[in-house]
């Protein structure tokens, strides 16, 4: 019992020295293209990583994004195939797959009001900004695939939290958009006018040393207006 209670200690101490500063979690990310197969997220560092994805901003606060976290290695394979053959699909601790809500975005579906409806705030400003998002609806989102665009814009914050969050953690991922949607939603059995496929996110630890990061400097990404 007290070896064991040592070898817990010893391992948390292990997992608190890898854990990174901002700076140094962004140097270390990257698109990790080859993961270890069998070195295993801890559920620990999978609870902080998905936390950070929950306390992700969104669009109003009405959180349209879903996660599959998937670690079944005959149903990664399968959609592996269906995403060009892409290794890091199919070979990874965890495969986590982003979905947006479709019909619970509508101005029909009772999810807005219901979401408005935990602020602790007055009625009257509930109806406000229950009144906005209505309009805003009416005027941008007026078929799925114009939902898709926009929930998969409030899922992408999220995600990149969920990456900088599995960095500081030593942990890798590689945010994948080449797959046929339509065929993972198939595979996954989605109901698609509830829920679509925004996004891949395979997530685990690196087979290979990151090469160098190349990146534009700050004086081309920014032009500073006085």
Not at 102 to 118: G, Q, T, Y
Not at 148 to 157: D, E, G, I, P, R
């Amino acid at each position: 019992m007290k070896r064991i209670l040592i070898k817990t200690i010893l391992q948390k101490n292990k997992e608190d020295i890898m854990n990174k500063t901002f700076k140094e979690a962004m140097d270390f990310r990257h698109a990790c293209k080859s993961f270890q197969e069998e070195k295993e997220i801890s559920k620990e560092n999978m609870d902080f990583i998905l936390n950070a994805a929950r306390l992700s901003p969104s669009s109003y606060g009405l959180e349209f994004t879903k996660y599959l976290l998937i670690k079944n290695k005959d149903l990664k394979e399968k959609i592996k195939n269906l995403a060009m053959g892409q290794e890091q699909v199919s070979i990874n601790s965890s495969l986590l797959v982003v979905l947006v809500a479709i019909e619970d975005s509508k101005i029909s579906s009772p999810v807005p009001k219901d979401r408005f409806n935990r602020l602790e705030v007055n009625k009257e400003i509930k109806s406000m900004f229950l009144e906005y998002y209505h309009s805003y609806v009416k005027e941008h989102l007026n078929n799925d695939e114009q939902i898709l665009a926009w929930t998969s814009k409030q899922a992408y914050l999220a995600v990149g939290n969920i990456m900088t969050a599995a960095a500081t953690k030593g942990i890798d991922s590689c945010a994948i958009e080449g797959f046929d949607k339509k065929e993972v939603e198939k595979l996954l059995n989605l109901d698609t006018k509830k829920y679509q496929v925004a996004l891949l996110l395979p997530l685990g630890y690196r087979k290979n040393e990151q090469r160098e990061s190349l990146r534009l400097p700050l004086s081309e990404l920014v032009q500073y207006i006085d």
